[in-house]
């Protein structure tokens, strides 16, 4: 879809609490700025005002969700952004950098809830307005590393435990696997600026920067 609208491209970063994705998209904002791109850095669940309530009720909500709930808000978060931010941005050439995307929902409303990955795909389609992005950093710890690099206060999601935590590991690396040119995997245990590097060697080929 944003081929067929414009030259500007979705770059999206995933992965597990703690893996340290939010300083490397910055960092790619921050590269295509030095290579002469204009680019927009988004969060999910945010990065618009209703997005950003959205955010506020998934997040800090005293009373339990229901686990379907928990995925339709998303996903609403994600179609406000889509339709208000992204593809605006995109249809005008200029390129977005996201922090998480549809892929969050399919890896901890799929993997960590165990909803079935499927129907979440589809309505990530709907939610979506079906923009997939063209390329997308899975930065992979261990649970472990995670854990020693996660702030004491945690979010009601990063609340979950050890286990969700893992199964929404083993769901990114199915992601990984199923899709390996588009979902790259990146060993988020090296130095950050390992990190930075090995991402910035995969946009500049595939973008033929
Ligand atoms: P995160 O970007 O990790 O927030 P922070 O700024 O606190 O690092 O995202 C917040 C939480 O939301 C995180 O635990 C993952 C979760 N999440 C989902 O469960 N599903 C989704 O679709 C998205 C986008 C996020």
């Not at 910055?26 to 850095?41: N, Q, R, T, Y």
């Not at 690396?173 to 130095?191: A, M, T, V, W």
Request: hydrophobic share 35%; with cysteine.
């Amino acid at each position: 879809m944003t081929e067929s609208i414009s030259s500007g491209k979705f770059i999206t970063v995933e992965g597990i609490d703690g893996c340290g994705k939010t300083t490397q998209a910055e960092f790619i904002v921050d590269g295509l700025a030095d290579a002469g791109l204009s680019a927009k850095l988004v969060r999910e669940p945010g990065g618009d005002p209703i997005s950003e309530s959205i955010r506020k009720l998934l997040l800090h909500a005293e009373e339990s969700m229901s686990d379907r709930a928990e995925a339709l808000l998303m996903i609403a978060s994600r179609a406000q952004l889509t339709d208000k931010v992204i593809l605006p941005q995109i249809i005008n050439g200029s390129w977005v950098v996201a922090d998480r995307y549809a892929d969050s929902t399919l890896a901890y409303q799929g993997g960590g809830r165990g909803l079935s990955v499927q129907s979440l795909d589809s309505i990530n389609q709907f939610g979506t307005y079906t923009l997939k992005p063209d390329l997308t950093f899975f930065i992979d710890i261990s649970i472990d590393v995670a854990n020693s690099r996660m702030r004491v206060e945690r979010d009601r999601i990063e609340k979950e435990g050890n286990e969700f935590q893992q199964r929404v590991r083993e769901q990114y690396l199915k992601l990984h696997e199923s899709d390996p040119n588009r979902f790259i995997l990146i060993n988020g245990e090296q130095s950050v600026d390992n990190v930075r590097k090995e991402i910035w060697t995969h946009i500049k080929e595939n973008f033929e920067l």
